[in-house]
């Protein structure tokens, strides 16, 4: 088992900035690739980014690339996502989610997920 708990959540305005954090434990955090999600009110969970086993390849969704960055640091059992210009329509809670398949988008394709953390966008 893998235990997943999101932070960093909160409310910003428009065009700024937000760090998630994932702190994982239970198994070796190394042997599992990380992803997150976002789910927004009355929609479905849509990928956000996902990160290799290393931290060596990363993968984004189109919307988020050049403003969104996953990285991770195994000897802290952390995955990060740092979120640039933000936008309302990115109101949504996140998840992050542990797999040990890479790259894939698809939620069923994660094993362990966290409880979300709520990011809110004003404009």
């Known amino acids: 088992q893998v235990q997943l708990v999101e932070s960093g959540g909160g409310l910003v305005q428009a065009g700024g900035s937000l760090r998630l954090s994932c702190a994982a434990s239970?198994?070796?955090?190394?042997?599992?690739?990380m992803g997150w999600f976002r789910q927004a009110p009355g929609k479905e969970r849509e990928f956000v980014s996902a990160i290799s086993w290393t931290g060596e390849s990363t993968y984004y969704t189109d919307s988020v690339k050049g403003r969104f960055t996953i990285s991770r640091d195994n000897a802290k059992n952390t995955a990060y996502l740092q979120m640039n210009s933000l936008k309302p329509e990115e109101t949504a809670v996140y998840y992050c989610?542990?797999?040990?398949?890479?790259?894939?988008?698809?939620?069923?394709?994660?094993?362990?997920w966290g409880q979300g953390t709520q990011v809110t966008v004003s404009s």
């Open positions: 989610a542990a797999g040990t398949s890479y790259p894939v988008a698809g939620s069923n394709e994660y094993d362990y």
């Open positions: 239970g198994r070796t955090f190394s042997d599992y690739a």
